[in-house]
């Protein structure tokens, strides 16, 4: 079983819509969670990070954490076509200071394909 | 502000040749990772440098090396390629050690024939 699981989709959405993107996780020691954002033949983009549970909000984008469930979100408001995407969660440990160890782990990433 | 500069893009290489591979963190940054990432299994963790010195390792054999420099650029060394190595090579740096913000290049397309 993968540490981080992430529904490859594709997910197909219309112009306008809000999209849910999720991940769960089975390491319970993982502190810091990152969604990137991926375009054909390009290198991850960073989106969002959140540490430990709680909401993130940054424009049209609003990242989740329930530590408690293991599980995290990124949702998108009024999607654009040039959201479409690969977009991956990643997640690494910490300790209580605040201070992030090395190796990113990742979802699989789903493919979102944002419509006219 | 330029970003995190790989050389080459891309490279087609043939089984039991060898490989290294060229990453320019951001200016200021000091930590550089690198990942391999395929269709199959995705983006893995290869290791982690910060000030020279390798941090952390994924679980890769030893035909994967990597050093990093004093101006924190990095290399990582492919040697006696597979067909199995055939992926995006990708780069990410980050100020301090650990990945909170990590920011990644544009890869290395390597093809193995």
């Known amino acids: 079983q993968k540490e981080v699981e992430q529904d490859p989709g594709p997910l197909s959405v219309p112009e306008g819509a809000i999209v849910s993107l999720n991940c769960t996780y089975s390491?319970?020691?993982?502190?810091?969670f990152m969604w990137y954002r991926q375009y054909s033949r390009k290198g991850p983009e960073l989106l969002m990070y959140?540490?430990?549970?709680g909401n993130k909000e940054d424009g049209r984008f609003t990242a989740q954490v329930d530590k408690s469930s293991k599980y995290i979100s990124l949702f998108i408001r009024d999607s654009q076509p040039s959201d479409s995407a690969t977009y991956l969660c990643a997640m690494t440990r910490g300790n209580a200071g605040g201070t992030s160890y090395g190796k990113l782990t990742f979802g699989q990433g789903t493919i979102l394909t944002v419509h006219p | 502000k330029a970003g995190v500069t790989q050389t080459p893009r891309y490279l087609i290489k043939t089984r039991g040749q060898q490989v290294t591979l060229s990453c320019s963190p951001i200016?200021?940054?000091?930590?550089v990772s690198w990942y391999q990432q395929t269709p199959g299994q995705g983006l893995q963790f290869l290791f982690e440098?910060?000030?020279?010195?390798?941090?952390n390792k994924g679980n890769f054999p030893g035909r994967f090396s990597g050093r990093q420099f004093s101006n924190s650029r990095s290399e990582m060394n492919v040697s006696t390629l597979e067909l199995g190595d055939s992926a995006l090579y990708l780069c990410?740096?980050?100020f301090g050690q650990g990945n909170t913000e990590a920011f990644f290049g544009q890869g290395t397309r390597l093809t193995v024939v």
């Open positions: 990410a740096s980050s």
């Open positions: 959140t540490y430990s549970s």
């Open positions: 440098y910060f000030s020279e010195t390798q941090r």
């Open positions: 200016s200021g940054h000091r930590s």
């Open positions: 390491n319970s020691a993982f502190q810091y």
